[in-house]
């Protein structure tokens, strides 16, 4: 599912900018890029692939699977941060209960999220 939304928005944005090479992507989009060590280190940490290869000994991620998983956690990470922050202001000040269920609802979502992609990858 973070892979297929990944692809998607790949595929409409170079239709957009066709002059972009498919593999020039993440540069022209202003993404990171990672070494080959930092993307096997990742690999290992996710959940295992599902899909067998055998051109690739066996079941294996493909290294653009490992970045749309890396940028799919560090959106959320990024949310969390923006929860944080409003917690920490609110700690400040009298907040009322309708803001505070707001953080809240932010903060089950996102680990409803988390715990589908781990489902859905390990399904």
């Not at 892979?3 to 928005?9: F, I, S």
């Amino acid at each position: 599912m973070v892979y297929e939304r990944y692809l998607q928005g790949k595929v409409a944005w170079l239709v957009q900018h066709p002059d972009v090479d498919p593999e020039d992507y993440r540069t022209a989009q202003g993404l990171p890029i990672y070494s080959p060590e930092v993307l096997q280190r990742e690999a290992y940490a996710m959940p295992a692939p599902q899909i067998y290869d055998p051109g690739r000994r066996g079941i294996r991620w493909a290294d653009e699977e490992i970045y749309a998983w890396r940028d799919h956690h560090q959106a959320l990470e990024d949310g969390l941060v923006e929860v944080g922050l409003a917690v920490s202001h609110a700690a400040r000040r009298r907040v009322n209960k309708r803001e505070l269920l707001q953080i809240q609802a932010v903060m089950l979502e996102a680990q409803e999220v988390r715990a589908f992609e781990a489902m859905r990858y390990l399904n």
